[in-house]
């Protein structure tokens, strides 16, 4: 069974940033893809970062390309979203995923497991 914590989340205002970690613990898996989606209320969760198990590749949502970064750490079982320049649209809830496998896919039902969420708020 695969545990995800996020934590980092808050307020900031508009031009802030932000850093938010999830720290797994998981069985041995081969190959993995650790993701993070946001959703607000009444809409669907959206993928807005994606990094393979190598880290080779990644995925960007477009309203966040150029201001977020994607990262992990293996060593920590970690992996880090980077947000800069906030706005405030990009208030949500952000959770932290992981799906087995090699492939990135943007449907959150692709992914198995699933942290409890951590609330970003950005204020104009």
């Known amino acids: 069974q695969v545990q995800l914590v996020e934590s980092g989340g808050g307020s900031v205002q508009a031009g802030g940033s932000l850093r938010l970690s999830c720290a797994a613990s998981r069985p041995t898996f081969t190959y993995y893809v650790m993701a993070w989606f946001r959703q607000v209320p009444g809409k669907e969760r959206e993928l807005i970062a994606a990094?393979?198990?190598?880290?080779?590749?990644?995925k960007y949502a477009d309203s966040v390309k150029g201001r977020f970064t994607i990262s992990k750490d293996n060593a920590k079982n970690t992996v880090y979203l980077q947000m800069n320049s906030l706005k405030p649209e990009d208030t949500a809830v952000y959770y932290c995923?992981?799906?087995?496998?090699?492939?990135?896919?943007?449907?959150?039902?692709?992914?198995?497991?699933w942290g409890q969420g951590t609330q970003v708020t950005v204020s104009s």
């Open positions: 990094i393979s198990w190598s880290g080779d590749s990644t």
């Open positions: 995923a992981e799906r087995v496998g090699e492939a990135i896919f943007i449907s959150s039902n692709s992914y198995e497991y």
